[in-house]
C-alpha cells in the first residue's frame, strides 16, 4: 500500500515532480561542478607554475663562491667543483620522480668566437652548454626526455634546437644582432691560446630569453665539457618539480622530526622534501630550493584554491535554500492530500515518513541527475582552461547524494512539522 | 473613463498586496529563494573584480619584474647607470606603487676579523636595503631603518659558509665585523642577518648603496635599477613601453621568467575564476527559476477563481507578473545586501585584506534577481488555458 502510494504519487503529477527533480538537478549540479573544479585545481595550476621555470638548483657542495653578476660567472674555468653527468639519471629515480617535470645540467664559461667566414675574434663571450632535448634512459629501460627548453620555458627560440652531441649551437638574439649572425651560419668557439681555427659550430636557431643569455652562445653540453676541459662535468643542475606548497609542517627541518615525523614529511611533494630526497641520491651535491620562484607559486596557488573553495560554498548554500524552498513549495501544497489521508486514520507519523520517501526518491533522481550534469561541465571547464578534464570522483557523487537528501528532506521538514499538527476538518472544508 | 482606470490600478495594487500578504509561509519560501540567488551573484561578483586586482598583487612575491640597465651591457665593460635615474622613473603606475631598489655590484675580497679567512664575492650594494623583507625568507633582525651610511650588512648563506669555519656559521658571523677591500679601498660593516632565497643572492654580500659607491670608486652610479611594477601583464607591458621612452639612454627590460609566466598563470586563473562563476551562477538561476515555478504553480485555484469572476488571461497574467516583480525586488535588495556584506569577509578569509565592495554589484544583482523572478512566474501563461470549472470540480 506504502509503495502504491508513493508510485501513485509520482505517476498523478509527473510534471511537479519534474520541477522538483529540475530543481534539484540543477542544484546539485552547480555543486557538483564547482566541486570538481576545487578538487582538481591544485594540480593543473601547479603544472602551470611550472611555466616559471626550475625551482631547484643542484650545485657542488664543495664549490667555491660564484662570482655571479647578471647572469654570468666571472671565475675562471679551474675554479670550483663539478659534478659528474654520469650521475645524472639518478634524478629520475628519487622518491619523487614523478614530480620532476624537466632537469637541465649547466656548464657555463668564458670563450673567444669566430664568426666563419672569419673576419675577427669576438674577445669574451658566455658560452652556456646544456642539453636542448636529452633522452636520459630510465631504470624501467624507457626514455626521459628533458633539456633547458623544459626548464626555462620563457627562452622563445627562432629556428631549432640543436641536436645534443651535434656540432651545433644557438645563439643569443642581442649576440647575433651585434655581429650579425643569421640561423646557417657557422661559428669557431676556443678558450685560451689557439694556434689553429677549431671546428665550427653550425647556428641552428636564434634564441631570446630578455635577460643576460641573450650575449651568450648555447651549445650541447658535450662542447662546452670539450672547451672547458672538464669532460663529463657540469656545474649546475636546474630541476622543475611539482610540489605542494609548503604550510608550517612542510618548513620544519627534518633533522629535528622525529621517525613518524620524518616520514610522513619525506611523502609529502613539499619542495624541501624533493630537495632532501634529491641530495640523498645525488652525493656530494647542495640543493637549494629558489625561492622567489617556489613561495610566489606556494601563496598564489593557495590563493586560488581558497577562493574556489568559497565559490563552491556560495554555490552549495545557493543551491540548497533554492533546492529547500522548492521541497518545501511541494509539501505546502500538499495540504488537502495531508488533511484527507489524516482523516482516514493515518498517523502524523505515517504521513511524515511517506512524503518524506517521496522527497528521497527525488533527492537521489536529482542528485544522479545534478551530478552528471555536473560533472560535464566541470569536464568543459576544465578542457577548456587548461585542456584536460578533471577526473569524475566517486567521492563528488557521495557527496552530492548526500546533500540533496539533507537538503530536500531539510526543505520539508519545517512544512511537514506544521502538516502534522493541520487538523483534518477544516481543510477538508476549504478553509 | 480616467476614474475607472484609476480604479482599476488600485484594485489591481490591492490584489497583489493580498496575495503577498495571504500565505506567509509560501513568500518566506520564495523570499529565501530568492534572497539567495541574488546573495550569491552579489557575493561572487564582487569577489570576482576583486580578485583580479588581488592576483596581480600576489604576483610580487616573485621580486622585481622590471629591470633598468646601462645600454650595451657586457660581461667585459662595466657599464654604469647615474643614481639619478630612479628619480625619473614613474613611481605610479595605473595599478598601483611601484617599488624601486638600486643597485651597485663589485667584486671585493671579505675577511673576519679573524686572521686568515678571505674570500672573493660580490658585493651588491642596494638601496634601500630593507626592500629584502618584500623578497623572501630573510633569518634574524633586520635593520628597521635603512642607514645611509651602509654600516649593516646582510649575507648569502653561501657567502656565509665560506666566511665560516663553523658547521652553523650563524652563530659565529652575527654581529661580526667584515671588512671589504677592492683594490686600495676598504669599508667595514656588521653582519645584521642572514638569508637564503636561492638565487645569485646566496652568494652575495649586501651592504648599503654609498658603501658600495665608495669601494668601487663610482660615486654616483648604479648596475641596475629593479622594479617591482604592479598590475596585469598587459599593464606591465605598457609601463614598461612608457618607461623607455622617458628613459632613452637606458635599457628597460622585463624578467621575462616572471612577466611571461605570469601572464600564462594569470590568463588561466582569470580565465577559471570567470568560467566557474559564470556557470554558478546560471545554474543557480535556472535552479531558482526551477523552485519559484514549483511555487507559482500551485496558484491554479487563485487563477481559477479570477478567471471565474471575469478576469480576462492577460489581466491575470499581469498580476502574477507583478506580484512576481515585487518579490524579486524584495528578495534581490535584501540579498543582494547580505551577498556584499558576505564578499567582504570572504575576501577577509581568502586575501587577507576585506574586498572593496563595488556598489555597480548591487543593481546588476538586483535587477538580475527580478529578471529571474519574472522569467519563473512565466510558466503561469500556461494557466490560460486553465477552465475554472474543472478547477472547482477538483479535477486537473
Not at chain 2, 285 to 293: F, G, K, P
Request: net charge positive.
Amino acid at each position: 500500500m506504502f509503495l502504491r502510494l508513493v508510485a501513485d504519487s509520482f505517476a498523478r503529477r509527473p510534471r511537479r515532480k519534474l520541477l522538483t527533480a529540475a530543481a534539484l538537478s540543477l542544484g546539485m549540479a552547480v555543486v557538483t561542478a564547482a566541486f570538481s573544479v576545487s578538487l582538481d585545481v591544485g594540480d593543473r595550476l601547479a603544472r602551470e607554475f611550472r611555466s616559471l621555470g626550475a625551482n631547484l638548483v643542484v650545485t657542488p657542495e664543495a664549490d667555491s663562491l660564484p662570482l655571479e653578476i647578471g647572469g654570468v660567472d666571472y671565475r675562471p674555468v679551474n675554479v670550483g667543483a663539478y659534478l659528474p653527468e654520469t650521475d645524472l639519471p639518478k634524478v629520475k629515480t628519487v622518491f619523487w620522480h614523478n614530480n620532476i617535470m624537466a632537469f637541465a645540467p649547466v656548464l657555463e664559461l668564458q670563450a673567444r668566437a669566430l664568426p666563419l667566414p672569419a673576419s675577427q675574434w669576438i674577445e669574451s663571450v658566455s658560452v652556456v652548454g646544456t642539453w636542448a632535448d636529452h633522452a636520459v634512459p630510465l631504470p624501467d629501460g624507457g626514455t626521459f626526455h628533458t633539456g633547458i627548453a623544459k626548464t626555462n620555458p620563457w627562452w622563445q627560440i627562432e629556428g631549432a634546437w640543436f641536436t645534443d652531441n651535434a656540432r651545433e649551437c644557438v645563439i643569443g638574439a642581442a649576440l647575433a644582432r651585434k655581429n650579425n649572425l643569421k640561423i646557417g651560419d657557422l661559428i669557431s668557439l676556443a678558450t685560451g691560446a689557439t694556434t689553429r681555427i677549431p671546428s665550427p659550430l653550425k647556428v641552428t636557431g636564434i634564441f631570446s630569453s630578455g635577460g643576460p643569455e641573450d650575449e651568450a652562445v648555447v651549445v650541447p653540453l658535450s662542447v662546452a665539457q670539450e672547451l672547458a676541459h672538464e669532460p663529463g662535468q657540469y656545474r649546475k643542475l636546474y630541476v622543475s618539480a611539482l610540489t605542494k606548497p609548503e604550510d608550517d609542517f612542510g618548513r620544519r627541518d627534518p633533522a629535528t622530526m622525529n621517525r613518524e615525523d620524518l616520514e610522513r614529511w619525506i611523502c609529502t611533494p613539499y619542495i624541501s622534501a624533493i630537495a632532501y630526497s634529491l641530495k640523498e641520491t645525488l652525493p656530494g651535491t647542495d640543493v637549494r630550493v629558489i625561492r622567489r620562484v617556489a613561495e610566489g607559486e606556494g601563496v598564489i596557488l593557495k590563493r586560488v584554491q581558497a577562493l574556489l573553495w568559497l565559490v563552491t560554498l556560495a554555490a552549495l548554500l545557493a543551491a540548497a535554500l533554492a533546492v529547500g524552498a522548492s521541497s518545501a513549495a511541494s509539501v505546502i501544497e500538499r495540504r488537502s492530500e495531508i488533511a484527507l489521508m489524516k482523516a482516514l486514520g493515518a498517523g502524523s507519523g505515517t504521513v511524515g515518513f511517506l512524503l518524506a520517501t517521496e522527497q528521497l526518491l527525488l533527492a537521489f533522481i536529482g542528485g544522479g541527475l545534478g551530478y552528471a550534469l555536473g560533472t560535464l561541465l566541470a569536464r568543459a571547464v576544465g578542457q577548456k582552461i587548461f585542456g584536460a578534464a578533471p577526473e569524475a570522483s566517486l567521492l563528488v557523487l557521495a557527496v552530492v547524494l548526500v546533500l540533496a537528501a539533507c537538503v530536500t528532506l531539510l526543505g520539508s521538514a519545517l512544512p511537514l512539522r506544521r502538516a502534522a499538527r493541520y487538523e483534518p476538518a477544516p481543510i477538508l472544508r476549504g478553509e | 473613463m480616467a476614474g475607472q482606470i484609476s480604479q482599476n490600478r488600485q484594485m489591481f495594487w490591492r490584489i497583489t498586496r493580498r496575495m503577498l500578504g495571504a500565505h506567509r509561509g509560501r513568500l518566506f519560501v520564495v523570499l529565501l529563494a530568492l534572497g539567495a540567488g541574488a546573495a550569491v551573484t552579489a557575493a561572487l561578483l564582487n569577489l570576482r573584480i576583486d580578485a583580479r586586482r588581488r592576483l596581480t598583487s600576489e604576483f610580487r612575491a616573485f621580486g622585481p619584474n622590471v629591470l633598468v640597465l646601462p645600454k650595451n651591457v657586457s660581461a667585459t665593460n662595466g657599464e654604469t647607470l647615474p643614481e639619478a635615474i630612479a628619480k625619473a622613473v614613474p613611481a605610479e603606475a595605473s595599478n598601483g606603487h611601484v617599488s624601486k631598489v638600486a643597485v651597485l655590484y663589485v667584486v671585493a675580497s671579505i675577511s673576519t676579523t679573524r686572521p686568515g679567512k678571505s674570500i672573493s664575492a660580490v658585493i651588491a650594494g642596494t638601496s634601500p636595503l630593507a626592500f629584502l623583507r618584500i623578497v623572501g625568507s630573510v633569518k634574524g633582525e633586520h635593520p628597521s631603518v635603512p642607514s645611509a651610511t651602509g654600516r649593516e650588512c646582510v649575507v648569502g648563506e653561501n657567502a656565509a659558509h665560506q666566511l665560516s669555519s663553523e658547521k652553523n656559521p650563524e652563530l659565529e658571523l652575527d654581529k661580526a665585523e667584515l671588512t671589504l677591500t677592492s683594490g686600495a679601498r676598504r669599508e667595514t660593516c656588521e653582519v645584521a642577518s642572514f638569508r637564503q632565497l636561492g638565487g645569485p643572492e646566496d652568494d652575495r654580500i649586501e651592504i648599503g648603496l654609498r658603501a658600495a659607491q665608495r669601494l668601487a670608486d663610482l660615486p654616483g652610479r648604479i648596475s641596475v635599477l629593479e622594479l617591482i611594477v604592479p598590475g596585469t601583464p598587459s599593464e606591465i607591458q605598457t609601463y614598461i613601453a612608457n618607461l623607455q621612452r622617458t628613459l632613452p639612454d637606458a635599457e628597460v627590460r622585463p624578467v621575462r621568467q616572471f612577466t611571461e609566466g605570469e601572464a600564462k598563470i594569470y590568463t588561466k586563473i582569470s580565465g577559471l575564476l570567470t568560467v566557474t562563476v559564470a556557470v554558478v551562477l546560471l545554474l543557480t538561476s535556472l535552479c531558482v527559476m526551477a523552485a519559484m515555478t514549483n511555487v507559482a504553480m500551485e496558484r491554479k485555484n487563485d487563477v481559477g477563481l479570477m478567471k471565474a469572476i471575469g478576469g480576462a488571461t492577460r489581466r491575470v497574467v499581469r498580476l502574477f507578473l507583478a506580484e512576481a516583480a515585487v518579490l524579486g525586488l524584495a528578495g534581490g535588495l535584501l540579498g543582494a545586501a547580505a551577498g556584499i556584506l558576505l564578499s567582504i569577509w570572504l575576501g577577509k578569509q581568502v586575501f587577507g585584506v576585506a574586498a572593496e565592495p563595488r556598489f555597480i554589484v548591487y543593481p546588476v544583482a538586483v535587477v538580475l534577481t527580478v529578471l529571474v523572478a519574472i522569467l519563473s512566474a512565466f510558466p503561469l501563461r500556461r494557466l490560460a488555458s486553465v477552465r475554472p470549472a474543472s478547477v472547482f470540480r477538483g479535477e486537473a
